[in-house]
């Protein structure tokens, strides 16, 4: 708890010279302004019967007292006061607008700073990608059809236009010459996100695909894209049993695109030679590269 301020001292009378009428609202114009903590005027202290009390005007015979004035840069205002308090004399009233002033700037400053980040951060990062209406056009899979050199007449494929996203979607069968049905499928999709960074859930969902999804394999794959994941599961046997699965996952800055060969086979399979997954993994790497160059325009 502060101590309360003390009363100051009985002054020696005033002479006949400080009896004058003044230009400065005070006693003497280097004294400190009237009042105590907060602009509240201190008690006055006793005094002598007929001597005037020490924060009294000196006046003339015949004139009214003037009331003492509130200093106002000691008073409470709607905003904090920036900076030292001004100091007495003539340059207080100056130094409070210039304290006010400069913290007006710095204020505005600090706010025009924070739009222009948000703004920025807002900013897509797409690397000029476009998402066309078909996808299924600007998907290369020539290195697939080294192996399945019969082409699908009618891939299904799918698009999404939004503020949010762009999508692309294309699924193609995969058939060898002599084949008649579909011996495996090639699936693809690119996102393009224009809202939100993908990046930290790209990597979370396919880093650890192998966590969520048992009997998969995850592989870190570099020279493709900001980053790159091969996820594969291999369960054949020979040419008659099992499954191959392969997808590859990349994401070039908010762009995201995978493409994924499936295949199940059976005794009652045409194809009695298949592709590897060693194969098919070199076909995927490939077939993306030249898609995301041709993405780009």
């Known amino acids: 708890m502060s101590t309360p301020p003390q009363p100051p001292q009985q002054p020696e009378q005033p002479s006949d ?18 009042g105590g903590p907060l602009g509240f005027p201190p008690a006055a202290p006793a005094t002598q019967a007929g001597q005037p009390g020490v924060h009294a005007q000196p006046t003339l015979v015949g004139q009214p007292v003037q009331p003492q004035p509130v200093n106002p840069y000691l008073q409470h205002g709607p905003y904090p006061v920036v900076g030292p308090p001004p100091g007495s004399g003539g340059g207080g009233a100056g130094k409070a607008v210039l304290w006010a002033a400069l913290g007006a700037v710095i204020a505005s400053a600090a706010w025009a700073a924070g739009v222009f980040l948000v703004s920025a951060e807002a900013d897509p990062d797409l690397r000029g990608y476009a998402a066309p209406s078909n996808l299924c056009n600007s998907t290369d899979y020539s290195s697939f059809k080294e192996e399945y050199p019969d082409n699908d007449s009618s891939p299904t494929h ?32 690119l996102d393009l996100h224009k809202k939100t960074d993908p990046g930290p859930e790209f990597t979370a969902a396919w880093e650890n695909y192998g966590d969520s999804h048992t ?14 994941y091969l996820v594969s599961n291999d369960t054949t046997s020979g040419s008659s049993s099992g499954s191959l699965y392969a997808t590859l996952a990349v994401r070039d800055g908010w762009v995201t695109y995978t ?24 076909y995927l790497k490939t077939d993306t590269r030249t898609t995301l160059e041709d993405l780009r325009g």
């Open 259 to 282: 493409m994924s060969y499936s295949a199940y086979y059976s005794s009652y399979d045409e194809d009695t030679d298949p592709p590897t997954l060693d194969e098919v993994t070199g």
């Open 215 to 228: 009997g998969y394999d995850v592989e870190a794959v570099t020279g493709i894209g900001d980053e790159a």
């Open 158 to 189: 799918n698009s999404l236009k939004d503020d949010a996203l762009d999508e692309g979607l294309c699924s193609i069968s995969l058939k060898k010459s002599t084949s008649s049905y579909a011996d495996a499928y090639l699936y693809s999709q």
């Open 17 to 34: 010279a400080s009896a004058q009428p003044s230009a400065y609202p005070y006693p003497h114009p280097q004294s400190p302004a009237p």
